[in-house]
């Protein structure tokens, strides 16, 4: 036999002889490793699956079980699985998904209610209740401590922490934290004092794409213009929710920032990037670590446009450093470089767009210091931060400065947290890998060593 022996296998050698133990049972996709260090897949029938080429069809997931494989699967393709997660987000320390009826489930930590509940932190997924009934959430996005989710109505709902009124209540007497979803309030200006505007509940504020950030939110609105709300302000740097810091703290609900032909919006920490409708991109917030791309260091309220990027297809964010997609299958970035994304040899934050790797298209988040880049063989590059395992690669380094393949295949979807990941894989399970003291991780438990290797999520399909 070519291939490392699973996990269980190797645990309950010494009774061998009592009990036959399947070589290929595995826990998690650690005990899937080739002789020659080829990372496999533990199924969750509990077998091993392999990358196969030819397993890769409409029906396949691109794996291949080995010849000696039990269950009746031996030499069989991995199928296409059910999967009923349609959207996955990950804030700092809590975790969310939306599933293909329209239903939100959260697991992780909930001090400040970042589950849209009171029950204290979650080690698994339990479903945010008391959205507006009768209605499916559409998007879903996490920031460091709230949520926000787009529903069928274009209606936009919040909830979590509030200290920069990123709940987007309006109102006097904001609330510090909801535990339950509260409907962002709409704004009206004067024509007379356009920069004095009037809270009105009476007309919802309506949207097509959300992102949240750190702890504001940005929109693109049902009239095609861009919207944000929340902290705008962070010592002398601001502007991250594209108003002036010396008129707005924090911004309490959606005001329209001047800018035209926004296509996506990415919020990141006290920064926003916007790609316009001719793709280039425009930044605007704080800059201390060169977030806006521009070649200094200057905050500005007011979009800027990023140096030498004029055929982006698609942003990735994280926390403090921003980077695209191009055309032509480059990842370009610009901002913080601790965090290895730029390599090992840069000591200063890169103040331009950069190019940093070949991709097609990446993952990040608004609170993450990782990328992640699937390839077309079904593996999955990172870049970035492995402090907390959060790059889901086994060993000692904490910064990943070269893109190097992680230890999951075939990912559908994924979302990069403040210190963990979760993926969603082709064979429809949900896995996440990371810091797991509040139970991020969603498999039942909670610990304060990092969990490096991706972690099945207890969640079944209905």
């Known amino acids: 036999m070519n291939r490392k022996l699973g996990f269980l296998a190797l645990a309950l050698g010494a009774v061998a002889a009592c009990t036959a133990q399947p070589d290929y049972t595995c826990l998690s996709n650690a005990d899937c490793v080739e002789d020659e260090g080829a990372q496999g897949v533990c199924e ?54 939306l599933r293909t009826d ?50 069928d109505d274009n209606t936009v709902w919040c909830w979590g922490g509030n200290d920069s009124l990123q709940l987007g209540q309006c109102g006097a007497s904001p609330p510090a934290s909801s535990t339950k979803p509260l409907e962002v309030i709409g704004y009206t200006a004067s024509v007379s004092q356009p920069s004095m505007p009037t809270c009105n509940p009476t007309v919802p504020f309506t949207a097509k794409q959300i992102t949240a950030g750190g702890e504001h939110n940005c929109a693109i609105g049902m009239d095609d213009n861009l919207y944000c ?53 425009w930044c605007f917030g704080s800059n201390s670590l060169g977030e806006l791309g521009n070649g200094g260091t200057a905050e500005s309220f007011a979009p800027i446009n990023v140096t030498g990027i004029s055929d982006a297809s698609q942003l990735v964010m994280d926390d403090e450093t921003a980077c695209v997609v191009t055309r032509d299958g480059g990842l370009w970035c610009w901002g913080n470089a601790d965090t290895g994304i730029f390599g090992t040899d840069l000591t200063d934050n890169v103040l331009k767009a950069t190019r940093v790797a070949s991709a097609t298209t990446a993952y990040g988040g608004g609170t993450a210091e990782t990328i992640f880049l699937p390839q077309t063989d079904g593996t999955l590059q990172v870049l970035g931060d492995n402090t907390l395992g959060q790059a889901g690669i086994t060993g000692s380094a904490t910064a990943i400065s070269s893109p190097t393949q992680a230890e999951l295949l075939e990912v559908q979807l994924l979302s990069a947290g403040g210190d963990h990941t979760c993926a969603v894989t082709t064979d429809g399970a949900i896995w996440c ?26 969640w079944t399909c209905p």
């Open 229 to 281: 709300w929340g902290e705008n302000q962070t010592g002398a740097q601001g502007g991250q929710s594209g108003q002036d810091p010396a008129v707005f703290d924090d911004v309490p609900g959606p005001l329209k920032v001047v800018f035209d032909g926004p296509v996506q919006v990415q919020a990141g920490d006290e920064y926003t990037c916007v790609l316009k409708d001719e793709n280039s991109v």
């Open 102 to 151: 329209g239903t939100v489930w959260c697991w992780g930590l909930n001090d400040v209610g970042e589950l849209a509940s009171s029950n204290g932190d979650q080690t698994t997924p339990s479903q945010v209740l008391r959205l507006p009934s009768g209605h499916l959430v559409t998007q879903i996005s996490a920031a460091e401590v709230h949520s926000c989710a787009l529903i």
């Open 44 to 97: 969750p029938n509990g077998q091993c699956a392999f990358v196969d080429p030819t397993c890769d069809d409409s029906s396949d997931t691109g794996l291949r079980y080995p010849d000696d494989a039990t269950g009746g699967v031996a030499n069989q393709c991995v199928a296409t699985g059910k999967s009923c997660v349609s959207a996955i987000a990950t804030g700092t320390s809590h975790t969310c998904v």
């Open 433 to 458: 890998w990371g810091d797991n003291s509040h139970g991020q991780i969603g498999n039942g438990t909670t610990s304060t060593t990092p969990t490096q290797i991706p972690t099945r999520v207890e």
